[in-house]
Nanobody, 125 residues
Framework: QVQLVESGGGLVQAGGSLRLSCAAS????????KGWFRQTPGKEREFVAA????????YYADSVKGRFTISRDNAKNTLYLQMNSLKPEDTANYYC??????????????????WGQGTQVTVSS
C-alpha cells in the first residue's frame, strides 16, 4: 500500500513562488511514476505534471509549461513541484498521485492508483 502526503501549499501573491512536496510511504513507491493534479470546486481534476520513476522523463500541461518544474528524490521518496510566476488561475487544491501504469504520461487521472489528500494553493491578484 502506498500513502502520499502533500505539503507546502499556502497563500501567495501573483508572480510569487511555492514549492509543494509529496512524501510517499512504501519502498516500492520509489519505482512508481508520479504526477501532480489540481482541482477547483465544480471542475474536474486537471493534469499539471508527471515524472517517470527515474526522473528522466517529465511532462507538463501547456498552462504551466515554463513556470512549473516537477522533480523527485527517490532516496527520500519525495516528489516536488516548484511553482514560479504564479497566477490567480493557478489557485486550486493540488494532489500528488502515483502509478505503475505506463499511461502515466497521458495526463488522465484514471491511470493513477494512489492519491494524496491534497494541499490548497491560493494565488491572490
Amino acid at each position: 500500500q502506498v500513502q502520499l502526503v502533500e505539503s507546502g501549499g499556502g497563500l501567495v501573491q501573483a508572480g510569487g513562488s511555492l514549492r509543494l512536496s509529496c512524501a510517499a510511504s512504501g519502498l516500492a513507491s520509489r519505482y512508481y511514476a508520479k504526477g501532480w493534479f489540481r482541482q477547483t470546486p465544480g471542475k474536474e481534476r486537471e493534469f499539471v505534471a508527471a515524472i517517470s520513476w527515474s526522473g528522466a522523463s517529465t511532462y507538463y500541461a501547456d498552462s504551466v509549461k515554463g513556470r512549473f518544474t516537477i522533480s523527485r528524490d527517490n532516496a527520500k521518496n519525495t516528489l516536488y513541484l516548484q511553482m514560479n510566476s504564479l497566477k490567480p488561475e493557478d489557485t486550486a487544491n493540488y494532489y500528488c498521485a502515483a502509478t505503475q501504469r505506463a499511461e502515466y504520461d497521458t495526463g488522465s487521472p484514471k491511470y493513477y492508483n494512489y492519491w494524496g489528500q491534497g494541499t490548497q494553493v491560493t494565488v491572490s491578484s
